[in-house]
């Protein structure tokens, strides 16, 4: 049994890393007993404790390791999921600054933004589909709080999947007369490309990824609320940013999305 105060202690130190941007020693090492639901604990305390100090608020959720690329990448290999909150969200258009990362990376993902309540347990890819308003290009900041970006599952459960920061295209499409699993997507630095996949890469089907979650909340008694964004999960690995970088998303069907950094 780990006692509430270890949950309450691990929130505290990722929150404290994230703060100081400062590496911490992985928690499966230090905790026995860890679990995927002590796990996700950590994670809502961790969220709770960001949203009080932070002064902001939940905006949506964001899934991990969906797709092979980035579960061979990070050697973990089953998907996660995270909360994304406000202030999180950032702008194309305005240099990014490195400084309060860790060791950051970005990777490019389909944003799903959501028109009604979508609750499990029994979440169908077809529900999804009926419940997103628009679909749009969203580049994501991980920052692992963990030495070296080296986690396992639950350590990564805990550290809120990772989440840093978030960026959504301006262009907003609705779902079509396109299937989301064949969207190409080419995703460049600096002009140079560093990968290229389809939405299927995402557990074959982004909306997929999205039922899983929805699913897996059902466990805690959390749901997808109207307005919210989910970003569906990496379509590739994820590559490290220095300064004057800049990185460019582009979908097929939905446009194109670039940050730079400073
Ligand atoms: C975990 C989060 C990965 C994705 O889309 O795969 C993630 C990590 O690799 O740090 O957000």
Redesign the pocket.
Known sequence: MIATESIEQMADELFLAEKNATELDKLVDRYPHFDVELAYEVQQRLVNRKCIEEKTRVAGW??????KA?QE??G?HEP?Y?VLLQNMQLYSGEPISLGPFIHA?I?P?IAFIMNRELRGPGVTVADVLAATEYVAPAL?I?D?RYRG?S?TLLD?IADN???SRFIIGDKLTRLGDFDLSLVGMVFKQNGKIVATSAGASVMGHPAKAVAWMVNKLALTGQYVKPGEVI?S??LTG?VAMKENDVFSCHFDHFGSLDVSFM
Do not use: R
């Open positions: 964001k899934l991990g390791l969906t797709s980035k990448m990070m973990v996660t995270g990376k990777e993902e994501e991980i692992s970006f986690f990564v999947s990772s989440s970003l999960g990496a994820a």
